[in-house]
């Protein structure tokens, strides 16, 4: 093998400074070439979040490694990379997407750096000798964080197996999964009966609070709000990874909730966030009203500021049609028009276009669920609908579901300034 161009470690480091002043854009695109080859980590938000995290704190390290000639006896893989196999091994993806993510994701990377290198215009000795270099400290790099990782990922495998919950989850799975499943044996199983009304929660922490601790809060919330609602019998309880947790709560022959209930239970909690469905009957009902508590958590993670408490009947049509947060805000923004500005004065006429909306367009009851003065009602009203070009009026489904979902999701729906 030829000896090393003594010119390549310094085009190496030429090439890492000037990606590195596009890391945003990088990391960023890695993350969805490697959602789009590897279907498998779509559709689960916090691994996507922990990916993104991953892919970024890999890519700035190697780009350091390139840019200062450090060695890789010297290198070790980031928290972020171990904390996202961690978060697979929990949610039961198997081994190999994480292999496949990784190959994808190196790949990319190595595109953006040859990108580089061919635009720095070397002659062809430097550039091979670069090239080269470029080649055997990123997949040095690769071996040397990717075994650590596998580790990891294979150790809390164990735990997760090993434990009574993992097994009552793949049961879980199969119920939802709607596989042809023995009612009486699964019944037995899980220590839960079916043949009754369900509420689906999912209920979650922001930030890891320390192993098993953010579980235990999780599930003290769940079986506070059960007693809270005069359940028959205790909860059954499926957690996903180390800060979110699937539930039902056992309603028997009832089929009525009290969403102010709960909702008082999860604000003494603190930093709980819970979202449920709507109470259903039997398997089904099992599955639907789990459908719709994970509809009512995408989109409680996505408003700002996240609520603590939200129920799937009050947010129901923003939720069922909240699949692409970005094409909602543009939805919403041609609805509302400039009204849709992320302001005080704008907020206040939001607010009273949609009492007025929900109490079949009366001045006299929106201005007693305001306690403002009618004259007030009917000029805010009036301004409302010069500032968006069409009247607010009783039959205007459009405008009360973009309301509404700016009511969930705030300042994300909205625009800054006037456009």
């Known amino acids: 093998m030829a000896a090393e161009h003594p010119e390549a470690a310094k085009q190496l480091s030429v090439v890492a400074e000037n990606v590195g002043s596009h890391l945003s854009e990088v990391s960023r695109d890695i993350v969805e070439h490697v959602t789009a080859k590897v279907p498998e980590l779509r559709g689960e938000a916090t691994v996507i979040k922990i990916l993104q995290a991953s892919i970024a704190e890999n890519v700035a390290t190697l780009l350091h490694v390139f840019e200062n000639d450090i060695s890789l006896d010297n290198v070790e893989g980031p928290a972020a990379y171990f904390e996202y196999a961690r978060r697979l091994a929990q949610r039961d993806i198997p081994l190999s997407v994480m292999t496949r993510a990784h190959r994808f994701g190196h790949l ?6 040859l990108d580089e290198l061919d635009r720095q215009g070397a002659d062809y000795e430097l550039f091979t000798a670069t090239h080269r270099r470029m080649l055997q400290l990123s997949f ?9 990782a596998t ?3 294979q150790q809390e495998r164990d ?3 090993l ?6 989850a793949a049961r879980v799975r199969d119920l939802l999964a709607e596989k042809d499943v023995d009612l009486n044996w699964a019944e037995r199983a899980l220590g839960y009966r079916l043949r009754q009304h369900h509420l689906g929660l999912v209920t979650w922490l922001p930030t890891l609070t320390g192993e098993g601790a953010g579980l235990a809060r999780l599930d003290r919330i769940t079986n506070e709000i059960g007693r809270e609602l005069d359940c028959p019998a205790g909860p ?7 800060v979110l947790s699937w539930a039902w709560l056992p309603f028997g022959s009832r089929h009525e909730v009290s969403s102010e209930q709960v909702s008082n239970v999860v604000e003494r909690s603190g930093s709980v966030h819970v979202c449920v469905g709507s109470v259903g009957y039997g398997i089904e009902g099992f599955r639907s009203t789990h459908r719709q508590a994970l509809r009512t958590q995408e989109l409680a993670a996505v408003a700002s500021p996240v609520p603590q408490f ?9 939720a069922l049609m909240a699949t692409n947060v970005d094409d909602m805000r543009a939805w919403v923004w041609g609805v509302l028009g400039p009204l849709a500005i992320d302001d005080e004065n704008c907020a206040r006429l939001r607010e009273t276009a949609q009492i007025f909306l929900s109490t079949g367009c009366s001045y006299t009851a929106t201005a007693s669920a305001q306690i403002l003065h009618k004259n007030t009602v009917q000029y805010r009203i009036r301004k409302a609908e010069q500032i968006m070009g069409h009247p607010v009026q009783k039959g205007h489904s459009d405008l009360e579901v973009a309301l509404r979902a700016v ?3 705030g300042s994300t729906l909205l625009r800054t300034s006037p456009a």
């Open 108 to 113: 990319r990377f190595l595109e953006w750096c």
């Open 140 to 148: 040095g790099y690769s071996d040397r964080v990717a075994e650590p």
């Open 151 to 153: 580790l990891v990922y």
């Open 159 to 161: 735990h997760w197996l």
């Open 163 to 168: 434990g009574q919950t993992a097994a009552r």
């Open 236 to 242: 059954l309880i499926v957690p996903r990874d180390a």
């Open 310 to 318: 939200t129920d799937f009947s009050t947010v129901a049509p923003v």
């Open 407 to 409: 009511q969930y999701l």
